[in-house]
């Protein structure tokens, strides 16, 4: 099973929590919005600790550096089968200062010209109940979770 590891942001404004999400880049998701949005993550290098992967992809994913008191939420499967490994941590960042690194794939399809796109196109904060319609359906569970762990 393929495991990845990432960082659910949040931060307290107006006596709500809110929860940093990006969202995908790549010619794939230029036009899906509800539903694909995620938590900053991705695949574990091979022998890697998964907290110490987690603070990598988020810094590879947003060019932010993060730092703090890293809750270990419960590791939630997703629709085809990876494993998400998962901890949040209390932060502020503006989601217009991200920068994100990039992939190179064969676009258009077999045209034989490779393209570059950013791995992540965009970043927001969300309040819990515009979050969960954003987010990928299988990781609800993480902002669930925190909620509870916060007690909110």
Request: overall charge negative; proline content about 4%; aromatic content about 10%.
């Amino acid at each position: 099973m393929k495991q990845s590891a990432g960082i659910l942001l949040f931060r307290r404004k107006d006596q709500q929590v809110e929860f940093f999400l990006v969202h995908p880049g790549g010619p794939f998701f230029a036009k899906k919005d509800i539903g694909f949005w995620t938590v900053p993550k991705g695949e574990l290098n091979e022998g890697e600790e998964a907290l110490t992967a987690a603070i990598r992809e988020f810094k590879e994913e947003t060019g932010q550096s993060l730092t703090g008191d890293f809750i270990e939420l419960t590791a939630v499967v997703q629709k085809g089968g990876k494993k998400v490994l998962c901890w949040a941590v209390e932060g502020d960042l503006d989601p217009s200062t991200i920068v994100s690194n990039t992939f190179e794939i064969e676009w258009p399809p077999r045209s034989g010209k490779k393209q570059s796109f950013a791995e992540i196109d965009k970043a927001e904060w969300f309040a819990y109940n515009n979050a969960i319609k954003h987010i990928n359906e299988k990781q609800v569970a993480l902002l669930d979770e925190l909620k509870s762990k916060l007690s909110c």
